[in-house]
């Protein structure tokens, strides 16, 4: 901000949750001088008021302030007649009074009878009380006004959870789910999240490991939805009621948890919008439906609807009608299925009008695609994505990719979900590093991302792969149901992950990540700090050999020479220092540590 002249300048940010009267305001101050003029700086404190906040800056010329520098340096220089100026005084005070009340209005008119008349002297305006009541009560002389910005104020759930996945259809419908539900809170999570629910289409069911032939008894795959049954908004039979799914959230809510449903935009052939609305479909000339690709795979149980038909607000509205009827019945989270192939207006459009009614509700982004296109769904709404994690294994690849999320500006908008696995994505890590594998991910996940998932099977070690070179699970659930229980021999490091997440919140954030040396690419070391709270973690990737060396301290982190820490892992004690600090880890004994700073 600056203007001609050398008037002083004085600015504030002003900030309201959107549609409210009432401004609330915070000083901004110069911090520096560049080519372009000077740059101010400031902060706004933001209460938990959710949805969307609107601030500007307003800046304007402080007249008090700008007429007291010059007496002040007239004084100083030594000129004794100064009359005219502080002629002058007088009526910038008498301005200024208008603008203050009760005791300040009579010290400023004080002020300015003093001026007015002889032996007026320079000392009544360097009077720092008076500078000070005039700061307070500002005549806001010559005022611009900035541009109208806009912050989103989500729950803290968009930053910060522990996801489960698991179909409810291999648990006992949504009854058996809700059974479920302590055991999951008492391991730590604050999500379960459900593939589709609704009726499953018959036409072109799939089989067993996305065979084009299903049997008598093959469920089908979720995916497929819509059927004589219902549509998105229905709930598939053999899963329950919406009874259930009303009980089910309440049974979620009193363990402090949500629901998190499956937002899939695609049809069965069966599905009653192809019926009652033919024309938001997408027909090739002779007039067959195109059903979903996405090489090699193929979705002959899917057809796609068309966003560029010609009645596509009536398509927009009722997509927006399925994720209203979801939310009258408690559902606050949405994993939504490949959104980047579907138009972003559409996705600005939609979020926008669930925020502006509902701004507790959170989206994540379904989205492995190209970078840029992850980062533009989150810019027009998204709250988290689905990311690169599952495929970012080396020491160097973690190194660089979470610095780039945490530090690149990108973390000003797009928050990661880490999961670990999902139905669709069996990581080659998993298949082929055995079970030391799997403590690796979930030690890296829980501790690198604020939020990271869980997809039910990865507790039980499962790794089978359909054929070589695939990430598609032998079995899959997606085309059967299995029988699970919650017995995984991993659960008891998930739950100590989750408890050391909600116990430190140095990992409930990602923006003061920073990563060590440890002389040993087989070695990640990264630490976390926010305020007092500081968190080390170590993590060995090679799941088959023994692998040591030496984390190397900063002196500017701002730790002790020396002090004690806590892995809050296995509840040792450690005495470690600045510099290098020794450390082994050993595939089948210890996969890594969470070392948490003793410095009190």
Known sequence: ?????????????????????????????????????????????????????????????????????????????????????????????????????????????????????PGATPQVALDPDLAAILAAHPDRAEQATGETLGIQVDPELARFGSWYELFPRSWGGLKGAAEQVPRLAELGFDVLYFPPIHPIGLKNR????????????????????????????????????????????????????????????????????????????????????????????????????????????????????????????????????????????????MLAEVRRTDPDVVFLAEAFTRRRVMQALAKVGYQQSYTYFTWKNASW???????????????????????????????????????????????????????????????NLEHTAVKAHSEEYLDSEKYEAHERRLDGELLPLIGTLNRARRDNVALQHLGDLRFLDTHNEALVAYVKRRGDNVVITVVNVDPEHPQEGLVEIPHDLGLPGSYTVTDLLSVERFDWHQGGNYVRLVPGERAGHVLRVDTR
């Not at 000083?27 to 959710?50: K, N, Q, Y």
């Not at 700008?66 to 910038?92: P, Y």
């Not at 069965?268 to 938001?280: F, G, I, V, Y």
């Not at 973690?398 to 928050?415: N, V």
Request: net charge negative; with cysteine.
């Open 397 to 459: 690849e973690l190194r660089e990719y979470f610095t780039e999320l945490a530090h690149s500006g990108e973390q000003e908008y797009f928050r990661p979900n880490a999961f670990v696995n999902t139905p669709d994505i069996l990581p080659e890590y998993l298949q082929h590093g055995g079970a030391h594998a799997f403590p690796v991910r979930a030690i890296l996940a829980a501790t690198l991302s604020p939020s990271w998932g869980v997809y039910s099977g990865f507790e």
């Open 206 to 349: 799939k089989g067993r490991n996305n065979s084009l032939t299903a049997g008598a008894d093959d469920p089908g795959s979720p995916y497929a939805i819509g059927s004589a049954d219902g549509d998105h908004t229905a709930v598939h039979p053999e899963l329950g009621t919406i009874e259930d799914v009303d009980h089910l959230v309440s049974v979620l809510d009193e363990h402090g948890m949500k629901l998190a449903l499956d937002f899939a935009i695609q049809c069965s052939a069966d599905h009653p919008w192809l019926t009652e609305h033919p024309e938001w479909f997408n027909r090739r000339p002779d007039g067959t439906l195109k059903y979903a690709e996405n090489p090699p795979k193929k979705y002959q149980d899917i057809y796609n609807v068309d966003f560029a038909c010609e009645d596509w607000r009536g398509l927009w509205q009722a997509l927006l009608d399925v994720v209203r009827f979801w939310i009258d019945h408690g559902v606050r989270v949405f994993r939504v299925d490949n959104p980047h192939t579907k138009p972003l207006p559409f996705w600005e459009w």
């Open 1 to 117: 901000m600056f203007r001609d002249g050398h008037d002083t300048l004085r600015a504030v940010a002003r900030f309201r949750p959107e549609g409210t009267g009432a401004w609330r305001e915070s000083p901004l101050r110069p911090i520096d001088a560049h080519e372009d003029g000077v740059r101010w700086a400031g902060t706004i404190e933001l209460d938990a008021t959710l949805g969307l906040w609107e601030w500007q800056v307003l800046a304007w010329v402080d007249r008090f302030a700008t007429w007291r520098h010059e007496i002040d340096r007239k004084h100083a220089a030594g000129q004794e007649d100064l009359t005219g100026e502080l002629s002058e005084g007088v009526l910038i005070l008498r301005d200024a009074a208008a603008n203050a009340e009760g005791a300040a209005r009579a010290r400023i008119l004080e002020a300015a009878d003093a001026l007015d008349g």
